[in-house]
T-cell receptor, first 113, second 112 residues
């Protein structure tokens, strides 16, 4: 399967714990995006990379959130000191160029108890 | 701020009925426009897209959308829906910055 993959698919954590999610984009895509989706809403942009460079971060991305794409391939999204409000589906997408179709992964559903 | 508004949050139709889902965006410059669909238990996938040219674009599964620049609209249509079209539909724009700005989505329920 050459689609976008995300790991884990589900994560339950206690408030205050740190969590890390991984995204593997389609191999030839140089752009990688992170979005967050809560129930009844459309996905909201968090950040994106072109190769290893993080080009834009949303104001939604507080200082507890950090994302990396060290070698321009897979990416990680870390949330430190999780809060209940962080509970959401975290989506990763990739594309080959700006403005082009983005291919989405299945998402990681985070539940903070 | 750039935003996308979808007028219908929940639509219920019988099979063979016609569908039109409204989408308006607020951005004065050039945009690329998309409709994504999320079937139950599946991830988001592209239904159709508009970059330039003919404002009437055709997508998969018999869907089409019309871009009306003067109205900042990109409405989705299908002449005759099927039960398998039951899903959540998202309109999105990317104003040449790469990121997608999504509407809040419309849940379509098609009754057999």
């Amino acid at each position: 399967d050459t689609g976008v993959s995300q790991d884990p698919r589900h994560k339950i954590t206690k408030r205050g714990q740190n969590v890390t999610f991984r995204c593997d984009p389609i191999s030839e895509h140089n752009r990688l995006y992170w979005y967050r989706q809560t129930l009844g809403q459309g996905p909201e942009f968090l950040t994106y990379f072109q190769n290893e460079a993080q080009l834009e971060k949303s104001r939604l991305l507080s200082d507890r959130f950090s994302a990396e794409r060290p070698k321009g391939s897979f990416s990680t999204l870390e949330i430190q000191r999780t809060e209940q409000g962080d509970s959401a589906m975290y989506l990763c997408a990739s594309s080959s160029s700006m403005g082009d179709e983005q291919y989405f992964g299945p998402g990681t559903r985070l539940t903070v108890t | 701020a750039q935003s996308v508004s979808q007028h219908n949050h929940h639509v219920i139709l019988s099979e063979a009925a016609s569908l039109e889902l409204g989408c308006n965006y607020s951005y004065g410059g050039t945009v690329n426009l998309f409709w994504y669909v999320q079937y139950p238990g599946q991830h988001l996938q592209l239904l159709l897209k508009y970059f330039s040219g003919d404002p009437l674009v055709k997508g998969i599964k018999g869907f089409e959308a019309e871009f009306i620049k003067s109205k900042f609209s990109f409405n989705l249509r299908k002449p005759s829906v099927q039960w398998s079209d039951t899903a959540e539909y998202f309109c999105a724009v990317t104003p040449n910055t790469g990121k997608l700005i999504f509407g809040q989505g419309t849940t379509l329920q098609v009754k057999p």
